[in-house]
C-alpha cells in the first residue's frame, strides 16, 4: 500500500479489514482493505457500479456489512444502538443529495445536530453555525431556506452542517453529481480548502481533476475490489493495471480531467 509520508507518520483514523457485501447475488465489496491516516485525503474513484458508494457508507454503518471489520480511531463500529449513533457522530457526511431539511432554514439545519445530538447550547450552535457558513462562503444565506439556495449553495450548506459536528472523518459520497456544472467548481473548491486544513477525508468522485489535485491518494474500484491504489501522479501518469488503464483512456479522453 502507497501511503504518503506525511499521513504515514500519523495514526490510522479508517480501518477496513477484510470487508465484504452483498446485495442479493450481486457481490458488491469484494475483501477491501484499505487504512486511511489522519489528514490524509483519500479519493476513491472508478466506474459505475464498482462499490465506491457502498464502501463510503459502510464506514459509518449506513451499509451493514457482511463480514470483517471497520474501525474508527481504534474502535469496532457498532452494530446498533448508543454505541454506534456516538461514533457516526465522529463520521461527517456530504451525500449526493444534499439531504437538508427543507422546512428549516439554513441556520437551523446546521445547528440542529451540534444542539440535539452534543448538547451544545443554543448560542454556541449559532455563533459556530455562522463561522462554519462564512468558512463555505454562504453566511449571508443563514435565514433562507433551502429551496430559495442553487444547488452549490444548499450543498455548502450541507457541508457546514457536517463540520458543525466536528468530526473526525468527512465521507463525500459524489458530492457534485447532482450539479450543474457551473456550481460544481464552488463546491470542489470548498473541499479543497478543507482538504489544505487537514481534515481526514475519504472521497467518492468523478471528478479527476479534484483526485489529482486535492488528493494524497487515489483509490481505484472495479467490480467492488480496490484493484490499484497510488499517489494521484503515480495513478494518472502511471497506472499498473489494464483496467486502470482503460478507464482513464475513456474518462481522459472525454474531458474528464478537467474541473
Given at each position: 500500500?502507497?501511503?504518503?509520508?506525511?499521513?504515514?507518520?500519523?495514526?490510522?483514523?479508517?480501518?477496513?479489514d477484510h470487508v465484504d457485501k452483498h446485495f442479493g447475488d450481486l457481490h458488491v465489496l469484494r475483501?477491501?482493505?484499505?487504512?486511511?491516516?489522519?489528514?490524509?485525503?483519500?479519493?476513491?474513484?472508478?466506474?459505475?457500479?464498482?462499490?465506491?458508494?457502498?464502501?463510503?457508507?459502510?464506514i459509518n454503518r449506513l451499509e451493514p456489512v457482511d463480514s470483517g471489520e471497520i474501525r474508527l480511531e481504534g474502535q469496532r463500529l457498532p452494530a446498533e444502538g448508543k454505541g454506534l449513533a456516538r461514533l457516526r457522530a465522529e463520521v461527517g457526511m456530504v451525500f449526493q443529495s444534499?439531504?437538508?431539511f427543507a422546512h428549516k432554514t439554513v441556520r437551523d439545519n446546521?445547528?440542529?445536530?451540534?444542539?440535539?445530538?452534543?448538547?451544545v447550547s443554543k448560542s454556541e450552535a449559532d455563533t459556530r453555525a455562522l463561522q462554519l457558513l462564512e468558512r463555505v462562503g454562504v453566511a449571508n444565506q443563514a435565514d433562507k431556506y433551502p429551496a430559495q439556495l442553487s444547488g452549490g449553495q444548499q450543498q455548502r450548506v450541507a457541508i457546514a452542517r457536517a463540520l458543525a459536528m466536528e468530526p473526525t472523518v468527512m465521507l463525500f459520497d459524489e458530492p457534485t453529481?447532482?450539479?450543474?456544472?457551473?456550481?460544481?467548481?464552488?463546491v470542489?473548491?470548498?473541499?479543497?480548502?478543507?482538504?489544505?486544513?487537514?481534515?481526514?477525508?475519504?472521497v467518492v468522485t468523478h471528478e479527476m481533476g479534484f483526485a489529482r489535485t486535492a488528493g494524497d491518494r487515489v483509490v481505484f474500484m472495479a467490480d467492488g475490489e480496490i484493484v490499484e491504489e497510488n499517489t494521484p501522479d503515480q495513478f494518472f501518469d502511471h497506472p499498473q493495471s489494464d483496467r486502470a488503464k482503460d478507464f482513464l483512456g475513456k474518462i481522459l479522453h472525454h474531458g474528464g480531467d478537467k474541473r
Amino acid at each position: 500500500m502507497t501511503v504518503p509520508n506525511s499521513a504515514a507518520a500519523t495514526e490510522p483514523v479508517v480501518e477496513i479489514d477484510h470487508v465484504d457485501k452483498h446485495f442479493g447475488d450481486l457481490h458488491v465489496l469484494r475483501d477491501i482493505d484499505l487504512t486511511v491516516h489522519r489528514g490524509e485525503v483519500v479519493v476513491v474513484i472508478g466506474p459505475s457500479g464498482s462499490g465506491k458508494s457502498t464502501l463510503c457508507r459502510a464506514i459509518n454503518r449506513l451499509e451493514p456489512v457482511d463480514s470483517g471489520e471497520i474501525r474508527l480511531e481504534g474502535q469496532r463500529l457498532p452494530a446498533e444502538g448508543k454505541g454506534l449513533a456516538r461514533l457516526r457522530a465522529e463520521v461527517g457526511m456530504v451525500f449526493q443529495s444534499f439531504n437538508l431539511f427543507a422546512h428549516k432554514t439554513v441556520r437551523d439545519n446546521v445547528t440542529l445536530g451540534p444542539i440535539k445530538v452534543k448538547g451544545v447550547s443554543k448560542s454556541e450552535a449559532d455563533t459556530r453555525a455562522l463561522q462554519l457558513l462564512e468558512r463555505v462562503g454562504v453566511a449571508n444565506q443563514a435565514d433562507k431556506y433551502p429551496a430559495q439556495l442553487s444547488g452549490g449553495q444548499q450543498q455548502r450548506v450541507a457541508i457546514a452542517r457536517a463540520l458543525a459536528m466536528e468530526p473526525t472523518v468527512m465521507l463525500f459520497d459524489e458530492p457534485t453529481s447532482a450539479l450543474d456544472p457551473e456550481m460544481i467548481s464552488e463546491v470542489l473548491d470548498t473541499m479543497v480548502d478543507l482538504a489544505k486544513g487537514g481534515m481526514t477525508m475519504v472521497v467518492v468522485t468523478h471528478e479527476m481533476g479534484f483526485a489529482r489535485t486535492a488528493g494524497d491518494r487515489v483509490v481505484f474500484m472495479a467490480d467492488g475490489e480496490i484493484v490499484e491504489e497510488n499517489t494521484p501522479d503515480q495513478f494518472f501518469d502511471h497506472p499498473q493495471s489494464d483496467r486502470a488503464k482503460d478507464f482513464l483512456g475513456k474518462i481522459l479522453h472525454h474531458g474528464g480531467d478537467k474541473r
